[in-house]
């Protein structure tokens, strides 16, 4: 009797692990799209939009990111390289901004391409903002969205998941 109960336990939680990681492999995107002049940050999956979320951007959003200090979110192609879930702004996902071209062009100007871009929630003291903090561009360059929406996006982008910014 006890040996059949933790035969149908275990069988139980093997099912369960199964139907949550096919479940969470579905779900997770393969690509982030990032659309500058609609405010927009969609997460794709073979093409398809599984989830969207309006940002805030750099506080100079037009145009992209040439030197450290513009308030500008960068334009192009780049990768999620790395996370922090101790970030100020509650979770973060690094954006492997600046690329070579980026770090080229820059040098051609002379300037400091900068760095440290992410895509970030709005931390803790500013939680209760919630989605209004994106009726204005108040980032010094990163992606913003809501803490809520960090978690989420934390949890459907892995690490290597390619970037596309778009102006």
């Known amino acids: 009797m006890v040996n059949s109960f933790f035969r149908i336990f275990a069988l139980t939680l093997l099912s369960f692990s199964l ?15 990032v659309l500058k002049a609609e405010r927009k940050l969609q997460l794709l999956k073979d093409g398809k939009v599984i989830r969207e979320y309006k940002v805030a951007l750099g506080g100079s959003p037009k145009g992209p990111k040439v ?36 770090r080229a062009h820059a040098r051609k100007l ?19 903002l919630g989605a209004a903090h994106a009726l204005h561009d108040w980032t010094l360059g990163c992606i913003a969205v809501t803490n809520d929406e960090i978690d989420e996006i934390w949890k459907l982008v892995p690490n290597g998941t390619p970037v596309e910014i778009r102006p």
């Open 19 to 33: 139907f949550a990681q096919a479940h969470s492999n579905e779900t997770q995107c393969d690509k982030v799209l």
């Open 67 to 102: 030197r450290q200090g513009d308030q500008k979110t960068p334009e192009g192609n780049y990768i999620i390289d790395s996370r922090n879930a101790a970030s100020h702004y509650h979770k973060s996902l690094h954006v492997s901004y600046p690329s070579e071209a980026d």
């Open 110 to 128: 002379g300037v400091n391409p900068g760095g440290e871009i992410y895509i970030h929630g709005i931390g803790k003291e500013y939680g209760w």
